[in-house]
């Protein structure tokens, strides 16, 4: 059974920096391809994509953080980590860790962290 145990989160002035971090247990190599990644949800709103990293270290991003957030993983501790820079009020949200596993022709497999709050204040 996979776990993600998220940290990092908390409250800071607009302009400020934090950084996520998101260990992974229990992954084995037959769940596929693992793409380790970073979602968000503010209040009143629907759940979003904020960056993904495959094992490879490519990456994707949301329009709204490109510049501002980086995301990278250590794939020896199956940890994945976002720098966020820079950050605004619009940021403040439960960010939630998310591991996808993919084997071919196989429907893909996600597991979801508990969330970690971030505020942003003015």
């Known amino acids: 059974q996979v776990q993600l145990v998220e940290s990092g989160g908390g409250l800071v002035q607009a302009g400020g920096s934090l950084r996520l971090s998101c260990v992974a247990s229990g992954i084995v190599p037959s769940m596929g391809a693992i793409t380790m990644g970073w979602y968000r949800q503010a209040p009143g709103k629907e759940r979003e994509l904020v960056a993904t990293?495959?094992?490879?270290?490519?990456?994707n991003y949301a329009d709204s953080v490109k510049d501002r957030f980086t995301i990278s993983r250590d794939n020896a501790k199956n940890t994945v980590y976002l720098q966020m820079n820079r950050l605004k009020p619009d940021d403040t949200a439960v960010y939630y860790c998310?591991?996808?596993?993919?084997?071919?022709?196989?429907?893909?497999?996600?597991?979801w962290g508990q969330g970690t709050q971030v505020t942003v204040s003015s």
């Open positions: 998310n591991v996808e596993g993919r084997r071919p022709f196989d429907t893909p497999r996600t597991w």
């Open positions: 990293i495959t094992r490879g270290a490519v990456t």
